[in-house]
């Protein structure tokens, strides 16, 4: 499985902003993709995640109202939609995917065995 994210940038708090994140490389039936973040000096932490089939939108609680993911099967395009953003969301996005994700495992990075090379997000106060 290949990624490739993008979209991001450099907006204001309260601003909106759209990253995508292109896969590629495999079937994607049962295929679990998700978004993790990291801010300078922190732990990579989960941000949201889907599967390919069926919704199971699932969502840290510190964005849940304001992000949605989106999966766009015939682009074969994740996208995450950031909406009111904060200073504290500022830090560099990763897309990861991975086939084999079970269900309660989604918010778990170790899950994920495939990774996008990351987006940076820098959201002014």
């Known amino acids: 499985v290949q990624l490739e994210a993008s979209g991001g940038g450099l907006v204001q708090a309260g601003d909106s902003l759209r990253l995508s994140c292109v896969v590629s490389?495999?079937?994607?039936?049962?295929?679990?993709v998700a978004w993790f973040r990291q801010a300078p000096g922190k732990e990579r932490e989960f941000v949201a995640a889907n599967r390919f089939s069926g919704n199971y939108a699932t969502y840290a609680e510190s964005v849940k109202g304001r992000f949605t993911i989106v999966i766009e099967n015939s682009k074969n395009t994740v996208y995450l939609q950031m909406n009111s953003l904060r200073p504290e969301d500022t830090a560099v996005y990763y897309c990861?995917?991975?086939?084999?994700?079970?269900?309660?495992?989604?918010?778990?990075?170790?899950?994920?065995?495939?990774w996008g090379q990351g987006t940076q997000v820098t959201v002014s106060s």
């Open positions: 490389g495999r079937a994607f039936g049962r295929l679990a």
């Open positions: 990861a995917a991975d086939p084999s994700v079970i269900l309660s495992n989604l918010l778990s990075r170790a899950a994920y065995h495939n």
